[in-house]
Each structure stands twice: as structure tokens, then as C-alpha cells.
């Protein structure tokens, strides 16, 4: 927590001013409740007309700077808390856009969200509380002790029974309550994945005819999510009239001490400067509850704190996290552009498994080359193609690009030169042309029209009401499948690559597409090297060669037509495919 | 406490308005959840009375126990009115017991509420899943998934909120302007007027800065959504991203939403922030403006209270403190009224789905599933799911039981549709659908869902364990018949592997095994149902090829005697099947075995040629 406060040093001329402000107009409030006595006891109570608009102008006074004072702790807190936020905020996300591909599956996308979102928001309101609640509460809490005990050290008594039996009551309550919130999220998440099993997987459910095993599973997790709700409402029902009672209870024991204090007076005529009088009971009684209500102003707020700090420490998890990654030094004027790729003795295991996804891997492909990957789920194909845009980094061994280390490139070059189409077409909302001129804005209509027709996404796009200038929805959800990988793969030729890589990226199209597909690649971008990952043989068998995976090792790489005779694995999914054929 | 409380970050003002379109029918259905619960409500009733009553009453206990302490003037240093101790013990016990009461009430009525709420709340969301279990898969191909979740969340909890919170302090706000109007006239029709005044005052400036604040919130609303939807994307989008050298591009659009948000963050928050400190301001000019016109009341006695007797200043005392008692409900109901809005706009979208049809189970015939054979015929169906585009036209196959039946054509062509039709998830247009003879419009739908068996291509499993996950297929299955199911599916191997084996429980969406993994257990899941009707749409999709082959492989000696429909785009899974069928825009265009087809070099010919030859490329 501490470690982000350097970013509102840059505010601390608001940070500084805005609790200054706010102990002034705490201070405003209590000194107009002197003036409210002494307009009691001095001019209602007398019946002095003068007094009583003396210190009522007193009072418009008091009150107009304590509410320009207000306003003013307001605007400097505020101006202190989103800038801080808003600085904070643009941190994070940079250093997001900088992670790895590998830290940032270490963190989840889903978490990085709200750590750029809620997360801020709460260290952000955090700073404002701080700010100004926790300022105000504490000078509400000191300055309401000294003014009561002002009036009159008997009053003392009253505080020093109430605030012990004050926060008793709410420990207590927070020891009876706040787990019992970490209960319900979780009853209610039971609650919401119910639901959410049932209106996403409705179809199983009716084919297996569940509704009413769906309907009793969910009465159950109802039933569980309502009791413990009930619980924490029963307890909120004994807790806060308890508390109103120990309000008002100090406030009988202040009228029954002032009282008797008035009545000692009277009847002995004693020093009436002694005596309590009515304007300072009522008094008394509006510090005691400004006391009350600051000390549960202060339990909330450190609730509160806690949280904060939890998304503090979240937030700093992203900032502190390294550059895995370094950058290498090569400047792109001294690299050739061909496009050969030459793997030695490559091996990949990911930094906290032993286990190696590639072993000693090594091959050569010339420029211009089609090579297609082959082989089951999980044998690496894509470990493959990921070391080789550095997604990551290699274990052991080293990966040539033109020659040159990948680690020597600078990833923006390197990622100029290599395109790849990932299995996942990750589109984001807007137009298809702005989809396909992602990363390469500068693009003219022509040059997307063109890898448009490359890609076979001429036809669907025309044949959408507004052409390419089509929607796609968030996240490309508008599109199908089929659709969204083929404007990926506009995309990725757009930046006239060196290397394109296919990471099963055509899954989704059928196959004679798919053919037109590669046949347009070869026609119109003969001299870039293309990778394809295929489950496919029928993908793969017309590539100039091809490497079959197995558990991490070569196990073969060679034409179609070798591979047929004298590679098992290959034969074996090639007659998988095709097998009754074959009978 | 000098002058209201101070409310929050301007929390009030930050959800939009959402009015409900049919409010009286909604009040009315809403209110005939909470008359269930008669007693109950008899309770919140008379608690709130007995609180709002001995609230109001308090004030004139405290102003009698201030009259009974006398009147000191300070500058003659004499009593000016006597105190009268017996008066004062009098009220100062009447006003413990009062508070104590007062507390009393004050448990029994969040008691009550928070029964009330529970009640109706539970009723509702068991009411609610009830209908969306039951709701026809038409609807909910047709809706937003998330629209649904979100009536069975925010707006059930938005009614819950205004049962718990709006129902007591509505009650006992109307209660107390009531009585503390009453009171204040009673004792000083005059000086009421000046609390009028500054209620006026309040109402006011809660309007003023609420109007100045709304639009501010709402387009702070609109720039933090595309804030955060700019950051969701491109954190989902991170890989490309990356690869496209997206990434400085993407900090200053954040950037500029980023400031954007928080220009009008600032601007917003500074406004609604000064809510505080200005009501504070109005209050205690409020004071002010009681204490002048109360001194000149009773300097001058001008005002009588209504039984005639001149003001005192107990009386002004008084005022201080009902002035406040009364613009404060005023306030709290102008705010309910809002959240009040929203319960029942949120009602109002639960009703809609309560008040949507159900699937209709009812039945014509008898339909034992013991003695299903499998013989399905599609006679002359015509279906669409939206009237401008057919999906089938006039079509009809006969499928003869313990045949295997593949269909296969492009996306679109209506093969899953006639799985659809056969489950009756969609109902067809004209002609008919028999299953054995009997038309399956008149078997009630869990009759004909309990003899089929499907497996999707996306598979659906539950958050809990693999082995419940199987049984689901048939509840009371040993675990011998699971563990050959698994078997069966090749699931064993990795079921194993896994560090509790078949106790696992998946996570949802199931992320802790992979999709082909996936796949395999709904095949088992199928197969533990022992159907006489098998369904297999695209169910091997993500699975390697020569998995699919073992699984084929049983799958044949399993559907020996039965009737399996096999949807597929890999044509290796069906060369084997009794009958294939290439449809084309809701049309069978070929039918027959492998070599049939083969022999008339037609579409199926194409297709397998580009699947298998490969295409020259």
C-alpha cells in the first residue's frame, strides 16, 4: 500500500489541503454547537431577543465557512484521489501491455480485468476515505471527547462507560458477521452457477429430462444462500437497536446528571456558575452522538481498509512482476529479409515444471517453404510456434531467424516478420475492416480488400448489408467461427510478413475453403515461409514437407509420401483418418 | 448530531432511473406475495406504529423534561421559571421506558422485514428457476443468457432490498411527518410554517444538485464502461495484441479514457460530494431560522398552541428538534422512491419471465420407453425458425431401427435442426414426426427425451463430480456401471491420471480437463442411459483421430439393436453408417451407403475427395 503512495506525491498539495478543510469544518460543527447552547441558555431561554440574532448572525457565519470549507475538502479530495487513480491506473495497464504471454496466463486475464478496474477503485476510494472520512471521524471523535468533557468532567463518566460497551458491540458484531459474508458469496455463487449451468446447458438438462432433480438441487442451494442471509439479518436486528439504546441511554444518564446538578443548585443556592445549564445538557447530548456515530464511521472504514488493502497488494503484484522478456539490441537495418527459421537443439519446459514439452529439437526451413506440423493434442505443435515469436523463451538451445538469435531482435521487429494466426481468432469489436487493419492502420482499401479475398472473406463480407464495413460485435461475436478465422487470417497477411505461422487456425473452415485458402497463399505470397499446424492430414499432406510431433521430439519431418512409408505415427493418423478406406 | 447525516459518495444518484412500464399491475402482483405472509405484515405494522408513535412522542417528552428543569437568566442569576424535580424524574423515566420500547419495536420490525423479504424473495427465485427449467429452448435461444442470470440476480435482490429497507422506513417516514406535523401545529401553527420553510429549503437543494448531478453520473456510468470495456478487450485480445505491436497503440486509447473517466469522475463526485455539507448548511440555517422566529414568537406572544396557551420556550426547544424529525423522512422517501422504482421495474422483469409458456409435457398417447424400437420418419416436415428463411422444406426420411444414420452437408444445411425437431426442442411447422408409428406431438416430451440420448458438440457438465456428472445419464447407477461407462468413452486413463480420479469435481465450464476430455465423458454420460436412440452431433470433434476410433469401434457393438444418428463434418467417423444423408439448404440431395454415394460421384464424392486426397494446393 505504502509503495503506491508515491503516486499521489504529485497531489500533495490537494492530498495536504483537503484534510486540512475537513478538520476545519469539523471544527465549524462543533464550535456551532457552542453557539446553539449559548443561544439556548442565552437568548431563547432568556427571552433576549438581541442575543438571540447575535448569535444566530454568528451561526449563518460559523456555518457558511464550514460549508465552503466542506465543499472545499470535497473538491481537493477528490481531485487528489481520481488523479492519483488515474495515474495508477495508466501504470498498470502499461505494465500489463509489457508482461509476457506467460505472465499473463499466470495471472488470468479475468483477474487483470479487475485489477485495472475494481481493484484502483478501491485503493482509490480508499485515499478519499482516508482523506476525508477517516479525518473526520477521528476529529469528530477527539474534539466531541474535549468539548463534552468541557462542559462538564462529569460527562466523562458517560463516555468512559459508552465507548468501551460501543465497540464491544461491534466487535462482536464483526466477529458474528464478517465470515459469515465470505459464506454467502459463496452460497450465492452456488445459487448463480444453478442458473447458469441451467440456461447455458439447457438442452442436456431437458434430453435427460433433470428438470425436476435441477429444480430440487436448486431449492437446496436457495434454501442455504436465504438462511445465512437470515442469520446476518437476525443479527443486525439485535445489534443496531442495542446500539441506538446505548445512544440513548447516555443521553438519559446526561439529563439525569445535568438535572440533578440544576436541582442541587436550586435548592442550595449554591455558585450558579457551577451549574449545569439546559443549553450545555442538549449540547452534551449532540457530542455524544457525534462520538457514537464517529467510532462506527471508524469500525466501517477499517473494514474498508482492509479490502484496500488486500487490491493494493494485488495491484502491486502486476507493477512489481519483472520483464521477463528482454528485448534484444539488433537493429532491423542489419538484418536480411529472407525468412529461413532454423531450430538447434530446442528444448522447452515451462519455469515451475520439470517437465519438458520439447526435447532437443532441431530442423531447417528455407524461405519460402510450406511446413506443416502434425501430431496428437499436447505433443507441443503450438510450445512449437510460440518459442518462435518468443511468446516465451527457450529452455536450452536456440532458434535463428534469418540467421540471428530470436533473443537478438527486438520483439517489434521480430513480430513484423513473423505473423501468426492463432487457433483462438481473438477479433475485438468494431468494423471487419478495422478488424483486418489491426496493428496496420496505415493500410490502403485496396491492400485490405485484397488479403480479404487471400483469406476467402470476400464472400461472407459481401454478402453482409454494410460489406466490410460490417459490425463484428464484441470480441467478434456476431461472426461465426469460420467467419472470425478468416479475418483473422486477413489480418495477419496484411502485414506482408516473412513467415506466416497457422496455429490451427482454419479449424473452423470447411475443407475445400480451406484448399482455395492455401492455394491463393501459395499463388500470391510464394516467397514468405508459411508453418501450418494441422489435425488434418488432408491440411498437411500437400505441404512441401512435414514434421510429425510426438511427445515433445521429432518423429519425423520429410515429404507426404516418405512419411507414408516409413513413419508409424504418421501412418497411424493418416489411416485414423481414413481408415475404413483402407479395410 | 448538528444536521444530516452526510450521505455517501453521491451512491444515490449513481444507478440510472429505470421506471417500470405497467406500474399498477406490478404493484398489485408484487403486493399479492407480501399478503401472503399476513401475520407477518400484521407485525411490521403495528411495530412500525409503535416506533414511529413513541419516536414522535419522545420529542415531547424531552421538551417537557427540558420545561421541567426551569428557565435560568443568566444575567440576574435567577430562576425565571422554577424547576420542578417531580416532573423531571417523571419524564425521565417515561422517556427510558420509552427507549427501551422504542428498541423493542425497533428489533421486531427489521425482524419482521427481514422475514418478509426472505420469504418472498426465496418464493421468487424458486418461482423463477422453476419457469426457466421449464422454459422452451426456443426462448432461450432467442434471449440473452445474461439477461436471464441477471433477473434471477439484480432484480430479484433489488425487490429484496426495497421489502428489507423501503417497506419499514416508508411506513414509519409516512408516520412521522404525520404526527410530527401534528405536534407541530398542535403546538404552533405559526412556527410550523417556518419548518415548512425549510423543508422547502431542503427539498429544493436535493433537487437542484440531483439534477445537476444525474447527467454527470450517467455519462461517468457511459465513460467507466468503455473504460473497462476497452481494458477487457484487450487483455482477452493480449496475444494479438502482441503479435500485431498493438501495444502502445492500446495505452494511450486507455489513456484517453482513462482521463476522460476521471475528468468527469471529478466533476460529478465535487457535486455530489457537496450534497453533505450543503444539507448541512440548509439544517442549520433551518435552526437558525426556528431559534429568530421561535424568540420573536414567544418575546412578542403572538402564537398559541391550538389549546390556547402562549408559546414557551420549551416549545422553540421543541421545534429545534422536530424541524429535523420531519425533513428527514421527507428526504429518506424521496430517495426510497427511487430504489422503490427500480424493485419494481426489476419485478416487473421476473413477472415477464413467470408469465412466459412453458413447454407443454402433456400427452396423447402412451409412449413406454421400455418398448421403443427406434423406427423414426420424417414425413413432408417443413420448418423455419424465423418465417422469412426455411430451414427444412418438405422433408422426409425413414429411418429403420438398429441402423446407424449419419447426416452430413455444410453449416446451415439443417442437421442439428432435425436433431432439434426430434427432441422436440423446436416444434415443426407442418407435416409429422414418428417415432415407432406414433406421432411424437402427442407423447408427452419426457416420455420421447427419456428414450433418446444426444451428445453435443459443446459439452455441457456440471460443477460437481465426474462421477455424478456420469450418473446424471441414470440416477442410481452402480459404480461398476460407471466405471465401464468411463471405460467405454476411453475416459479411464485420464480420469485416472487425475488426482482424485472420478471424485474430481469439475470447475465450471469444466476448465480443469480439456475439450476433447470433455467430449468424452458426455459420451459416457450417454451411454450409462442405456437409450434406445443414440444422438451424436459432432460429439467427437475435439477428440484425436484415433481416440474417435476406439470410441467407434464400441460405439458399433454398443448400438447393436438400436437407432444412432451420427452428425459429422470428419467423414472417417461415418463410412461405416447404414445410411448417409448429404443435406443442402434443408434438402436430402443424396442418400445411401459409402459405396453408393461414391458410385454416383456427387457432392458426397466431392466432399470425401477434398477430406481425403487432399486438395491440390
Not at chain 2, 144 to 149: A, F, K, T
Not at chain 2, 226 to 238: A, I, R
Not at chain 2, 563 to 568: E, G, N, P, Q, R
Not at chain 2, 585 to 593: F, H, T
Amino acid at each position: 500500500m505504502i509503495k503506491l503512495l508515491r503516486y499521489i506525491k504529485k497531489y500533495w498539495f490537494f492530498a495536504i489541503l483537503a484534510p486540512l478543510c475537513m478538520i476545519g469544518e469539523v471544527a465549524m460543527d462543533l464550535i456551532l454547537a457552542q453557539y446553539m447552547e449559548k443561544m439556548v441558555d442565552f437568548g431563547i431561554q432568556t427571552s433576549n431577543m438581541d442575543n438571540v440574532v447575535k448569535y444566530g448572525l454568528i451561526m449563518l457565519a460559523i456555518v457558511f465557512a464550514g460549508v465552503i470549507l466542506g465543499v472545499l475538502s470535497g473538491v481537493f479530495t477528490n481531485l487528489a484521489a481520481f488523479n492519483f487513480s488515474n495515474d495508477l491506473r495508466k501504470e498498470v495497464f502499461a505494465k500489463i501491455m509489457k508482461l509476457s504471454i506467460h505472465q499473463s496466463d499466470d495471472f488470468k486475464t479475468g483477474s487483470l480485468v479487475t485489477r485495472v478496474t475494481n481493484d484502483i477503485t478501491q485503493v482509490q476510494n480508499m485515499i478519499a476515505m482516508v482523506l476525508r472520512g477517516l479525518i473526520r471521524a477521528t476529529s469528530f471523535f477527539v474534539l466531541g471527547i474535549i468539548f463534552t468533557l468541557m462542559i462538564s468532567i462529569k460527562f466523562g463518566i458517560v463516555i468512559l462507560v459508552l465507548l468501551p460497551l460501543e465497540v464491544l458491540l461491534i466487535v462482536f458484531f464483526v466477529r458474528l458477521v464478517f465470515p459469515i459474508f465470505k459464506i454467502i458469496q459463496q452460497k450465492l455463487d452456488k445459487v448463480n452457477t444453478i442458473v447458469h449451468e441451467n440456461v447455458s446447458g439447457a438442452r442436456v438438462v431437458k434430453a435427460f429430462s433433470k428438470e425436476p432433480y435441477e429444480y430440487d438441487r436448486f431449492v437446496v442451494a436457495n434454501n442455504e444462500y436465504t438462511e445465512k442471509n437470515l442469520y446476518i439479518a437476525k443479527v443486525m436486528a439485535v445489534v443496531m437497536p442495542l446500539f441506538t439504546l446505548l445512544v440513548y441511554g447516555s443521553q438519559i444518564v446526561i439529563y439525569y446528571l445535568g438535572g440533578r446538578s440544576i436541582f442541587s443548585a436550586y435548592k442550595d443556592l449554591i455558585g450558579l456558575d457551577e451549574m449545569i445549564m439546559v443549553g450545555q445538557i442538549t449540547q452534551a447530548n449532540t457530542y455524544i452522538m457525534m462520538i457514537c456515530s464517529s467510532i462506527v464511521m471508524l469500525g466501517m472504514m477499517f473494514a474498508a481498509l482492509a479490502r484496500a488493502f488486500a487490491s493494493a497488494s494485488r495491484i502491486n503484484e502486476i507493477l512489481d512482476a519483472p520483464v521477463d522478456l528482454e528485448d534484444g539490441k539488433e537493429e532491423l537495418s542489419t538484418l536480411k529479409e529472407e525468412g529461413t527459421i532454423k531450430f538447434e537443439n530446442v528444448s522447452f519446459h515451462y519455469p515451475e515444471s520439470e517437465k519438458d514439452i520439447l526435447k532437443n529439437i532441431s530442423f531447417e526451413i528455407k524461405q519460402g517453404e510450406t511446413i506443416a506440423i502434425v501430431g496428437s493434442t499436447g505433443c507441443g505443435k503450438s510450445t512449437l510456434v510460440n518459442l518462435l515469436v518468443r511468446f516465451y523463451d527457450v529452455s536450452e538451445g536456440k532458434i535463428l531467424v534469418d540467421n540471428r538469435d530470436v533473443r537478438d531482435f527486438k520483439q517489434k521487429d521480430l513480430r513484423n516478420i513473423i505473423s501468426i494466426c492463432l487457433q483462438k481468432a481473438e477479433l475485438f469489436s468494431g468494423s471487419i475492416k478495422e478488424n483486418i487493419a489491426f496493428g496496420n492502420e496505415d493500410a490502403s482499401d485496396d491492400e485490405i480488400n485484397k488479403v480479404a479475398s487471400i483469406s476467402q472473406a470476400e464472400d461472407f463480407i459481401t454478402s453482409k448489408p454494410q460489406g466490410i464495413d460490417s459490425y463484428v460485435g464484441e470480441q467478434g461475436n456476431e461472426l461465426s467461427g469460420g467467419q472470425k478465422q478468416r479475418v483473422s487470417i486477413a489480418r495477419a497477411l496484411l502485414k506482408k510478413p516473412q513467415i506466416i505461422i497457422f496455429d490451427d487456425s482454419t479449424s473452423a473452415l470447411d475443407l475445400v475453403t480451406e484448399a482455395k485458402l492455401h492455394k491463393a497463399l501459395k499463388k500470391e505470397m510464394p516467397n514468405t515461409t508459411k508453418i501450418i499446424i494441422a489435425q488434418r492430414i488432408a491440411t498437411a499432406k500437400n505441404a512441401d514437407k512435414i514434421i510429425v510431433l510426438d511427445n515433445g521430439n521429432i518423429n519425423g519431418f520429410d515429404t507426404h509420401e516418405n512419411l507414408m512409408k516409413n513413419n508409424l505415427i504418421y501412418q497411424d493418423i493418416y489411416s485414423s483418418q481414413l481408415k475404413r478406406e483402407a479395410n | 448530531m448538528a444536521g444530516p447525516r452526510r450521505g455517501g459518495m453521491g451512491g444515490r444518484f449513481a444507478q440510472p432511473q429505470e421506471k417500470p412500464k405497467d406500474r399498477k399491475k406490478t404493484i398489485k402482483r408484487l403486493l399479492s406475495y407480501l399478503t401472503e405472509h399476513r401475520i407477518l405484515l400484521v407485525g411490521i405494522v403495528m411495530s412500525v406504529v409503535i416506533y414511529s408513535g413513541l419516536t414522535i412522542a419522545t420529542s415531547i417528552f424531552i421538551k417537557n423534561l427540558v420545561a421541567s428543569l426551569g428557565t435560568y437568566d443568566v444575567e440576574t442569576k435567577q430562576f425565571t421559571m422554577n424547576p420542578n424535580e417531580g416532573q423531571f424524574y417523571l419524564y425521565l423515566f417515561l422517556l427510558l421506558g420509552t427507549y427501551i420500547t422504542i428498541s423493542v419495536s425497533n428489533y421486531f420490525m427489521t425482524l419482521f422485514c427481514s422475514f418478509l423479504s426472505v420469504r418472498v424473495v426465496r418464493k421468487m427465485r424458486n418461482e423463477l428457476f422453476n419457469k426457466i427449467i421449464y422454459l422452451p429452448i426456443s426462448y432461450l435461444d432467442n434471449n440473452s443468457h445474461g439477461d436471464l442470470m441477471s433477473r434471477m440476480t439484480n432484480d430479484i435482490d433489488n425487490v429484496s432490498n426495497a421489502i428489507t429497507q423501503s417497506l419499514s422506513s416508508l411506513i414509519s417516514g409516512v408516520l412521522t411527518i404525520l404526527g410530527c406535523l401534528g405536534i407541530m401545529i398542535y403546538y404552533s401553527p405559526l412556527l410550523t410554517l417556518v419548518s415548512f420553510f425549510v423543508l422547502l429549503l431542503t427539498l429544493l437543494v436535493t433537487f437542484l444538485i440531483g439534477k445537476f448531478v444525474r447527467p454527470l453520473f450517467k455519462k461517468q456510468q457511459e465513460v467507466l464502461g468503455q473504460l473497462n470495456g476497452q481494458t477487457e478487450e484487450m487483455v482477452n485480445g493480449f496475444k494479438t495484441v502482441k503479435v500485431y505491436n498493438h501495444q502502445e497503440k492500446a495505452i494511450d486509447e486507455f489513456n484517453k479514457y482513462s482521463d476522460n473517466f476521471t475528468h468527469y469522475s471529478i466533476k460529478a463526485q465535487i457535486i455530489a460530494g457537496s450534497m453533505g455539507p450543503v444539507m448541512n448548511f440548509v439544517g442549520n440555517v433551518g435552526y437558525f431560522l426556528v431559534c429568530i422566529f421561535g424568540s420573536l414568537l414567544v418575546l412578542n406572544h403572538i402564537s398559541y398552541t391550538l389549546s390556547g396557551q402562549p408559546i414557551d420556550v420549551s416549545i422553540v426547544i421543541m421545534f429545534l428538534t422536530t424541524t429535523k424529525q420531519f425533513t428527514r423522512p421527507i428526504n429518506e422517501i424521496a430517495q426510497l422512491y427511487s430504489s422503490l422504482l427500480s424493485a419494481l421495474a426489476g419485478a416487473e422483469r421476473v413477472f415477464k419471465v413467470l408469465d412466459e409458456k412453458s413447454e407443454d409435457f402433456s400427452k396423447k398417447e402412451e409412449f413406454p420407453v421400455e418398448k421403443v424400437k427406434g423406427n423414426i420418419d420424417f414425413e413432408n416436415v417443413n420448418f423455419s425458425y424465423t418465417p422469412e428463411k426455411k430451414v427444412l422444406n418438405n422433408f422426409s426420411i425413414d429411418l429403420r431401427a438398429g441402423h446407424k444414420i449419419a447426416l452430413v452437408g455444410a453449416t446451415g444445411s439443417g442437421k442439428t435442426t432435425i436433431v432439434n425437431l426430434l427432441l422436440r426442442f423446436y416444434d415443426i411447422d407442418s407435416g409429422s414426426i414418428k417415432i415407432d408409428g406414433i406421432n411424437i406431438q402427442n407423447i408427452s416430451k419426457k416420455d420421447l427425451r427419456d428414450s433418446i440420448s444426444i451428445v453435443l458438440q459443446d459439452p455441457v457438465l456440471f460443477g460437481d463430480s465426474i462421477e455424478n456428472n456420469i450418473r446424471y445419464g441414470r440416477e442410481g447407477a452402480t459404480d461398476e456401471e460407471i466405471d465401464a461407462a468411463l471405460e467405454f468413452a476411453n475416459c479411464s486413463s485420464f480420469v485416472e491420471a487425475l488426482p482424485e480420479g472420478k471424485k474430481t469435481i469439475l470447475n465450471e465450464g469444466a476448465t480443469n480437463i480439456s475439450q476433447g476430455q470433455r467430449q468424452l465423458l458426455t459420451i459416457a454420460r450417454a451411454v450409462i442411459s442405456d437409450p434406445k436412440i443414440l444422438i451424436l452431433d459432432e460429439a467427437t470433434s475435439s477428440v484425436d483421430t484415433r481416440t474417435e476410433k476406439n470410441i467407434q469401434d464400441a460405439m458399433v457393438r454398443l448400438m447393436k439393436n438400436r437407432t444412432s444418428i451420427i452428425v459429422a463434418h470428419r467423414l472417417s467417423t461415418i463410412q461405416d453408417a447404414d445410411l448417409i444423408l448429404v443435406l443442402d439448404q434443408g434438402q436430402i440431395v443424396e442418400k445411401g451407403n459409402h459405396r453408393e454415394l461414391l458410385a454416383i460421384d456427387g457432392v458426397y464424392k466431392k466432399l470425401y475427395d477434398t477430406q481425403f486426397q487432399g486438395l491440390d494446393t
